[in-house]
């Protein structure tokens, strides 16, 4: 079983939505849990890091951690062209261990 | 503060040979994380240095290895390349000051290409 599982779309959604992203994660210890934005050809960008149960709010992105059911989720709102991106999901104990990545595509 | 920067960023090798990929961390993180992006397997972690030390290791052969410095600069290597070694490798690094490595910042990767 994979530790964080992620669908990895294509999502595409028209400039102006609400983006929902999810995953979920099968180790009940894990208590540190990110979102990263990959754009094609770089690196992945830390857009928000939670630790524990809860939501952070950053400008227009959201991140909700529910330990009970063991699910990440990432909100964008008033998305953007620019927000077009890979997002993945992430845990951390000691390494980083990734979910698949959602391809995301907001049209103009 | 400059990020995380990798060199080189496209490199192309033969089946067979080894390669060696450099990451310099963020001025002031002493924790390194090295990690193999593919299409098929997605983001995998390779191993961890901290304070010139391997800390952690992932599940990948022992043809992969990599070495810290006491700068805290970090490199790998790949010995004897094979096809499935293609991928984008990914150095990351974390202030680690608690002793955790929580909040990693990624490098723009190096893709290899073994043909």
């Known amino acids: 079983q994979k530790e964080v599982e992620q669908d990895p779309g294509p999502l595409s959604v028209p400039e102006g939505a609400i983006v929902s992203l999810n995953c979920t994660y099968s180790?009940?210890?894990?208590?540190?849990f990110m979102w990263y934005r990959q754009y094609s050809r770089k690196g992945p960008e830390l857009l928000m890091y939670?630790?524990?149960?809860g939501n952070k709010e950053d400008g227009r992105f959201t991140a909700q951690v529910d330990k009970s059911s063991k699910y990440i989720s990432l909100f964008i709102r008033d998305s953007q062209p620019s927000d077009s991106a890979t997002y993945l999901c992430?845990?951390?104990?000691?390494?980083?261990?990734f979910g698949a990545g959602t391809t995301v595509t907001v049209r103009a | 503060k400059a990020g995380v920067t990798q060199t080189p960023r496209y490199l192309i090798k033969t089946r067979g040979q080894q390669v060696t990929l450099s990451c310099s961390p963020i001025?002031?993180?002493?924790?390194v994380s090295w990690y193999q992006q593919t299409p098929g397997q997605g983001l995998q972690f390779l191993f961890e240095?901290?304070?010139?030390?391997?800390?952690n290791k992932g599940n990948f052969p022992g043809r992969f290895s990599g070495r810290q410095f006491s700068n805290s600069r970090s490199e790998m290597n790949v010995s004897t390349l094979e096809l499935g070694d293609s991928a984008l490798y990914l150095c990351?690094?974390?202030?680690?000051?608690?002793?955790?490595?929580?909040?990693?910042?990624f490098g723009p990767g190096t893709r290899l290409t073994v043909t």
């Open positions: 990351a690094s974390s202030l680690d000051a608690s002793g955790g490595t929580y909040e990693q910042y």
């Open positions: 180790n009940s210890a894990f208590q540190y």
């Open positions: 939670t630790y524990s149960s």
């Open positions: 992430a845990v951390n104990d000691y390494k980083l261990s």
């Open positions: 001025s002031g993180h002493r924790s």
């Open positions: 240095y901290f304070s010139e030390t391997q800390r």
